[in-house]
């Protein structure tokens, strides 16, 4: 067997065949220094790990002549302004860390990422994450069909990357859309959609995201049911799923936050994911320091080790069924996968709850039951199999929403308070 490329997805795979878990921060500095010094601490962590560059907001939006104005004037950015620093600056930033044995990905949140591409390209970068559909409806008014067009422009002049040991990576954000309140199988099918969509576009190193929501028995099956369709469908890629640990409100107790993230630890082992994106015990008060950081990615890489792997089948809810039905409606609208994207958005196929983007229908709503499990409440359009609704009150108002919101906080809080 070919050892895989020295890449981002190579180091993956390799420290998965070796049954390790990757752990991974979420980490941009504006300036410099302390961005290197952030990617420094990372790779010296007590775990097997792969550095993050988070670029700014103004960045991820295309205001890059607000990013420069900051830059010039010294004011502090809520992240790395990759397009704004001169090339030859981002590769001293990496010199000496980033290499083989610790790759480093952009992320950016763009739904017009080509200045994001280039920039990370221009550094000797060739690993970033994002996509179409999961980077334009939860975080920008731009028109799907824009940012479709946008994609496959980037998606291409990512692929041509590839030669020798190079082999660029790209990482699905469809498995984290809205953070929460996505019913799993939607979750996985935008997460499996974006992967055709990136392989469509010439690329063979994908990663399939999903995030951590409310129950960890679904949360375990929506994994399971992603890695199969990954492996039925992907069959010529080099691909591994990546796991979030929850992307909403997190516990206000520092005790319920590590509770969290040894949960997500543990269920990362369980399904076979080969990657973790950790956060810390400090995220519902402030953005964590790079101590914290590490802090976060050497639990979890200990929860992991201490874990055994899933030694059973995982019950089938339904959700396989309710995955592969909307894959399969929105593949048979065009065979071209961006214009059957925008089209099953049109015609509701595809529906995410309470995302107010103008080409989102809107008319499809979940509820949280008692155990936590994220179930359809209404399915407007959506091409479920029996139309599979659970009944019972969807999330309707401020004081609903919130309370949604705020469940898994309040568990895991109360689970650190009563010691369980």
């Known amino acids: 067997m070919t050892a895989p490329p020295v890449s981002f997805g190579g180091f993956v795979a390799r420290a998965r065949a070796a049954g390790t878990l990757v752990v991974q921060p979420r980490m941009g500095m504006s300036r410099p220094g302390p961005m290197r010094a952030g990617l420094h601490a990372t790779r010296l962590a007590a775990a097997t790990t792969v550095g993050t560059i988070t670029v700014d907001s103004y960045t991820r939006t295309g205001e890059l002549a607000a990013a420069r104005r900051a830059v010039a004037q010294g004011a502090p950015l809520n992240g790395y302004p990759i397009a704004t620093h001169a090339p030859r600056v981002t590769r001293g930033v990496l010199e000496g860390i980033c290499g083989p044995d610790f790759p480093v990905q952009v992320r950016h949140g763009s739904a017009r990422p080509g200045p994001v591409f280039a920039a990370l390209q221009a550094c000797g970068l060739h690993a970033t994450e994002g996509g179409p559909v999961s980077y334009c409806l939860p975080y920008s008014r731009v028109p799907l069909a824009t940012a479709v067009a946008d994609w496959e422009r980037c998606c291409g002049l990512l692929a041509e990357a590839h030669q020798g040991d190079v082999l660029p990576h790209l990482e699905t954000f469809g498995g984290c859309m809205m953070g929460q309140l996505c019913p799993p199988a939607l979750l996985v ?232």
């Not at 200990?302 to 069924?321: E, L």
Request: glycine residues 8%; hydrophobic residues 45%.
């Open 189 to 420: 099918a935008l997460s499996v959609l974006e992967a055709l969509f990136f392989r469509r576009h010439g690329l063979r190193s994908i990663s399939l995201s999903y995030a951590q929501q409310a129950n960890a028995h679904q949360d375990e099956e929506a994994l399971t049911v992603l890695a199969a369709l990954a492996a039925e469908l992907l069959p010529d890629v080099d691909w591994h799923v990546v796991l979030y640990a929850h992307m909403g409100l997190y516990p206000l107790s520092p005790g319920g936050a590590q509770l969290l993230l040894d949960e997500a630890a543990r269920l990362a082992v369980r399904t076979g994911a080969a990657r973790l994106v950790v956060k810390t015990t400090a995220e519902a008060h402030r953005i964590p320091t790079v101590e914290e950081n590490v802090r976060a990615l050497e639990t979890a890489a200990a929860t992991a080790a201490a874990t055994p792997p899933s030694a059973g089948p995982v019950p089938d809810t339904g959700i396989h069924a309710e995955a592969r039905a909307l894959v399969e409606a929105v593949l048979d609208l065009d065979d071209d996968i961006g214009r059957a994207l925008v089209l099953a958005f049109a015609k509701g196929y595809l529906d995410v709850p309470y995302c107010l983007h103008p080409d989102n229908a809107g008319r499809a709503r979940s509820l949280l039951d008692s155990e936590g499990r994220l179930q359809w409440a209404e399915t407007g359009a959506l091409p479920l199999p029996g139309r599979r609704v659970r009944g019972g009150r969807a999330i309707v108002g401020s004081a609903d929403l919130l309370g949604a919101l705020s469940h898994v906080r309040r568990t895991f809080d109360q689970r650190a308070l009563s010691g369980v």
